[in-house]
């Protein structure tokens, strides 16, 4: 694509990373007027592109650079180089993500003030509430399409999704619906309609599903005011002798180190990606790395309480049929401490693909009770669990100094541990999941571990008091007013829901306030 900005035009706002915060925010500003040049390390895959292979979609979108873990989750152990399952594609993880689009509750904008001190978690209240974000929450859900939102109609049920409401009714369940999804559900809409493909995780060839890589990028460059340099990797983000950032270094496609210099910087590189760029941008003023006077750079992560339960029945189910994951059981996200737990859950139908079935259900196991339960695949139901994990401070992302990337860039280190109150509420829902299964006659149930989920939340969050966090409640970085955090590193915890229309609301948001401070003067 032709360049339309030089490397050395510094009244470019510079935005790293095209997914759902960064491609969001860079078609928001082109909107605005605001020229764009946004950086992506992975390739342009549009819908044509998509693979209905999930071992083959996983090598075309996954970010498999190296990285490394440790900490007593079950993820340290099974999947040591892939702490999370993202994508590297412009889009981000909005190329495959499920589409499940819902809005914080309440109480969960301010945890600490709802839940009180919970012993070893780093809990904080956000410095926004949800009366302030209403009004976003509402601009995300019509840009995205959001089923049952609006005049958008849900989407029609699958087999897995009949079960799984059969089983919540015996329960008396009563919130549970096929979702709120970012997928067209009718005729009506400028994206074509869902057509059940069931490939929801390998890209929608369809387009029905939005996606950042094929909407809003697209859009932003339809105004003449975005650039989008694919395979464009960041190594760091420059300053000048005030603090200010002064421009972004990156590695082009042929492997040349270039410098975009830059009126604003906003890093929307996820929750690894993000706090390695601020940590590997440390210098003489700033040595422990970019916005991290409070030393929370890193600190905080949290990747959502999470883990399956299938079941096997009499008949057969085929749940790969249809929207992977359209079906929601909402009644356990309350806050109800009387269950043995802070926070909630929710409970969601998930179909998975033989292959990844097989590497999910029991990582690396084998034998009679692992070929069994793969012999009654056909027969099988199956749910995903997600709750609200707790904000801890070893939780964190550190650079490696050990192991570098393909550019000799030190990788990030994800340590996580399990916090008390997430091992109590996966053993409520395990329970809960199962008894759902059996309500309708399920003839095994078993709940699996957690594996690679893609909500990479918190290490750089947003706090009211600059002590306590990274960024201030329009996503500014406390330490330098022209450096911005637009991507679920922001959040101050992580609420029950899947992150997605949060990071979307908070994009356009941030990107309104960008807007008007560039126009006063004032950045």
Same mark, same amino acid.
């Given at each position: 694509m032709t360049a339309l900005y030089d490397l050395t035009d510094d009244s470019v706002v510079v935005v790293i990373g095209t997914g759902a915060g960064g491609g969001v925010l860079a078609n928001e500003l082109a909107q605005k007027g605001v020229s764009v040049v946004a950086l992506e390390a $992975?390739?342009?895959h549009l819908p044509e592109d998509f693979i209905n292979d999930e071992w083959d979609s996983f090598t075309q979108l996954a970010w498999l650079d190296p990285r490394t873990t440790s900490g007593d989750w079950r993820v340290a152990k099974d999947f040591s180089g892939l702490p999370a399952w993202i994508v590297k594609?412009?889009?981000?993880?909005?190329?495959?993500?499920a589409g499940a689009s819902l809005r914080f509750q309440e109480h969960e904008w301010k945890a600490k003030t709802n839940y009180g001190d919970v012993q070893g978690a780093n809990l904080l209240d956000w410095p926004i509430d949800s009366a302030e974000m209403d009004p976003w929450y509402t601009k995300a859900e019509d840009k995205l399409g959001v089923t049952r939102t609006g005049d958008r109609p849900g989407l029609p049920g699958n087999n897995n999704y009949k079960v799984f409401e059969k089983g919540a009714k015996a329960l008396g369940y009563e919130e549970v619906h096929t979702g709120r999804m970012a997928i067209n559900s009718d005729e009506n809409r400028a994206r074509s309609m869902c057509q059940q493909t069931g490939? &929801?995780?390998?890209? &929608? @060839?369809?387009? %029905? @599903?939005?996606?950042?890589?094929?909407?809003?990028? +697209?859009? $932003?460059?339809?105004?003449g005011n975005l650039e989008v340099r694919s395979k464009a990797h960041v190594a760091r983000?420059?300053?000048?002798? =005030?603090? @200010?950032?002064t421009g972004v270094e990156y590695y082009d496609a042929d492997g040349n180190l270039q410098m975009q210099k830059a009126r604003i910087v906003c890093v929307a590189g996820n929750s690894f990606e993000s706090p390695r760029m601020l940590l590997n941008s440390a210098s003489e003023m700033f040595p422990d790395g970019l916005a991290n006077s409070s030393g929370q750079v890193g600190r905080n992560y949290m990747r959502h309480m999470t883990g399956s339960v299938y079941a096997v029945f009499d008949q057969p189910v085929k749940m790969w049929r249809g929207t992977t994951m359209a079906g929601i059981i909402q009644d356990e996200s309350r806050h109800d401490p009387s269950r043995g737990f802070v926070g909630g859950y929710e409970l969601e139908t998930l179909g998975l693909g033989l292959p990844f079935m097989a590497a999910f259900l029991d990582p690396g196991g084998w034998g009679r009770e692992f070929t069994t339960a793969l012999d009654s695949y056909e027969n099988m139901a199956g749910m995903w669990i997600v709750g609200e994990d707790m904000p801890q401070e070893t939780n964190?992302?550190?650079?490696? /100094?050990?192991?570098?990337?393909?550019?000799?860039?030190?990788?990030?280190?994800v340590h996580f541990d399990d916090h008390p109150n997430d091992? %109590? /509420?996966?053993?409520?829902?395990?329970?809960q999941g199962m008894a759902v299964y059996d309500a309708v006659g399920a003839t095994r149930t078993f709940p699996t571990p957690p594996y690679p989920s893609t909500h990479n939340l918190g290490t750089n969050r947003m706090s009211d008091d600059p002590r306590d966090g990274v960024v201030n409640k329009w996503g500014?970085?406390?330490?330098?007013?022209?450096?911005?955090? =637009?991507? $679920?590193?922001?959040?101050?915890?992580?609420?029950?829901?899947? +992150?997605?229309?949060? #990071?979307?609301?908070?994009? #356009?948001?941030?990107?309104?306030? #960008?807007?008007?401070? #560039? %126009?006063? $003067?004032?950045?």
């Open positions: $992975g390739d342009r594609s412009v889009g981000g993880t909005t190329q495959h993500w490939f &929801c995780f390998q890209g &929608c @060839k369809w387009g %029905a @599903k939005w996606s950042a890589g094929y909407v809003d990028i +697209p859009e $932003g460059e339809a105004t983000i420059l300053h000048d002798d =005030s603090g @200010k950032v964190r992302v550190t650079l490696n /100094m050990d192991v570098k990337d393909q550019f000799g860039i030190p990788v990030v280190n091992i %109590a /509420m996966r053993n409520h829902a395990y329970q500014q970085t406390h330490d330098i007013a022209n450096l911005f955090i =637009s991507d $679920g590193s922001q959040f101050t915890t992580g609420a029950a829901e899947n +992150p997605t229309l949060t #990071i979307v609301a908070l994009a #356009i948001r941030q990107a309104d306030h #960008i807007a008007t401070e #560039i %126009a006063a $003067g004032s950045l």
